[in-house]
């Protein structure tokens, strides 16, 4: 069976992300796990993309391809007009610094740090002075400002995603992935979280890459991409909440 290729419309910017029949296998034998099974998949520059699946398809195997975090068995993922397959160990962990942002369901934030120092955290590791203009951008747009001396500890869960929310964009990365990033809110701080995103592609013309199990989540995205059993198995445009539903159930999601 091929694999199902989905690519961005044609009138959307040229892909900030693309995955070439990409395969990854877990373990050998008659223990192996077919994660991925020859995906084809092109995420365009300046939109927010959500993936989704049954539970067990692929989806955040996927993302951690894409994001340099796993290795590939098969195909090839390029960040731009950069092959992550040619790079070596010192190599990708400058790209995954300087030209990826990351946001998980667990906020990863330092307990002894403010919530500024947090976000300038990046800047830092790599020996690098914030753009003050882009600073203030970010932080403004995420509603941070009146925060930014507080410790993780005095902040809501909704307020210390936003904080990891502007850590990953504070570098000005080419794309931002983001896994299950409202997993851990409920569902008014989630929205907001959404909704900052959201802005960020709007306004500062960020690409997100987010994997969700959430049809109100998937519905703040432009676009929504499926999976099943490790394949890509269906694209939807301008998402709402009643189409995914219906999608997923449709896989068995």
């Not at 020996?127 to 951008?137: K, S, T």
């Not at 109100?216 to 890509?232: E, K, N, S």
Request: charged share 25%; hydrophobic share 45%.
């Amino acid at each position: 069976m091929t694999s199902t290729s989905v690519e961005p419309p044609e009138t959307a910017a040229a892909p900030a992300v693309t995955a070439t029949r990409v395969t990854r296998v877990y373990g050998t034998g008659d223990a192996a796990v077919h994660a991925l099974r020859g995906v084809d998949v092109a995420f365009a520059r300046g939109a927010f993309t959500a993936i989704m699946g049954p539970s067990g398809s692929g989806k955040s195997t996927l993302l951690h391809c894409l994001a340099g975090l796993d290795a590939l068995d098969g195909g090839g993922v390029r960040i731009g007009d950069v092959e992550l397959a040619g790079l070596g160990d010192r190599r990708l962990t400058l790209l995954r610094r300087e030209r990826i942002g990351f946001v998980f369901q667990a906020f990863n934030l330092l307990p002894t740090l403010t919530a500024e120092q947090n976000i300038r955290l990046p800047l830092d590791l790599a020996g690098r002075r914030p753009d003050p203009a882009w600073f203030a951008r970010v932080v403004d747009v995420l509603g941070l400002r009146d925060r930014l001396a507080h410790r993780p500890a005095e902040l809501s869960g909704g307020q210390q995603q936003r904080v990891a929310c502007a850590r990953a964009l504070v570098t000005r990365p080419d794309v931002v992935f983001a896994d299950e990033p409202t997993g851990n809110l409920d569902s008014r701080a989630g929205a907001e979280v959404l909704g900052f995103l959201r802005a960020s592609v709007r306004d500062m013309g960020q690409t997100i890459v987010m994997v969700t199990h959430d049809p109100v989540a998937a519905a703040h995205a432009d676009r929504a991409v499926f999976l099943r059993d490790g394949r890509i198995v269906g694209d939807l445009h301008r998402p709402t909440p009643e189409l995914v539903l219906d999608r997923l159930k449709a896989l068995g999601g």
